[in-house]
């Protein structure tokens, strides 16, 4: 925003929430910098640039003297169903527009599809999205039908047991790494939370091979008969001060361990 003599146009406004401050910090600080916008106006700059939304592209045209070239882009202006709404999808208005465009990058999502097996399972596939039909925020596979594989939360939605989705076959192609590391963390947390309310998620979802898998009750002897030792908060700090301390005799930071066994050998 604040490169010499670069104005930036300004974003469409119906694309900004009337109140940005009720937002995430992260989205919140992204919106009050497009509404700030930069020191210069375009109009007087010799440069400028902008972000334009809601443009699907439908032809790239060559450059009129170098014809191996591009030289402009041909876009289709759609709306979307919802600006606020992260799961809204683009309408085409049948307006088109025309860009110059020397040149264009590729830097696009893909849409996921579904297994074959989904219908036979009852897993319910927006096609139109691509996406695996979901709660939300937990991913928890939402089940088509109220049989005997399904689990009725509080609020009535109908879920697989021990099903869950994450990423983009989850939200569709949208955001960065971040995001997408956000969104697993949420999935996990819901994994976490079915477990600590005991519930019994890895069942046969009757594709095939009677009776129950050894899932659940598998991990649960796993946790059982577990021998692996189990490092707490005090621990990670004495194994951190000793990584520190090796460090101080090396001239370095830090020297790390690199054999959980003389890791582990710290805590005694």
């Known amino acids: 925003m604040k490169l010499s003599d670069v104005g930036f146009h300004p974003v469409d406004s119906s694309l900004i929430p009337s109140d940005p401050k009720s937002l995430p910090r992260a989205p919140r600080r ?3 910098l497009m509404l700030k916008g930069s020191p210069s106006s375009a109009e007087t700059t ?19 003297t170098t014809p191996e070239q591009v030289g402009s ?19 085409g208005t049948g307006t088109l527009t025309t860009l110059p465009s020397s040149a264009v990058f590729r830097s696009i999502g893909y849409k996921s599809t579904a297994l074959p097996e989904f219908s036979d399972l009852g897993i319910p596939f927006d096609e139109r999205r691509g996406v695996i039909s979901n709660d939300g925020l937990g991913g928890r ?34 955001g960065v790494i971040a995001s997408t590391m956000e ?35 598998g991990v649960q002897r796993d946790v059982g008969v577990d021998t692996k030792r189990v490092v707490d908060w ?6 951190d001060d000793a990584e520190r301390e090796r460090g101080r005799l090396s001239g370095r930071e830090r020297d790390k361990f690199t054999k959980t066994a003389d890791m582990l050998a710290v805590l005694g």
């Open 30 to 32: 992204l919106m009050e």
């Open 46 to 64: 010799s440069k400028s640039w902008s972000l334009d939304f809601c443009l699907t592209p439908k032809e790239f045209q060559p450059s009129p």
């Open 73 to 91: 882009t041909v876009f289709e202006q759609t709306t979307l169903s919802d600006p606020f709404d992260p799961n809204a999808y683009a309408l």
């Open 141 to 174: 596979v939402l089940h088509e039908g109220r049989g005997r594989d399904a689990s009725v939360s509080l609020d009535g939605t109908t879920t697989f047991p021990g099903l869950y989705c994450a990423g983009w076959v989850k939200r569709g192609p949208t």
């Open 183 to 217: 969104d697993a963390f949420a999935t996990a947390d819901a994994i976490a939370e079915d477990w600590n309310a005991r519930k019994r998620p890895f069942l046969n979802f009757g594709g095939g091979g009677g009776g129950k898998v050894d899932g659940w009750e």
């Open 234 to 239: 005090a621990g990670w700090r004495k194994i």
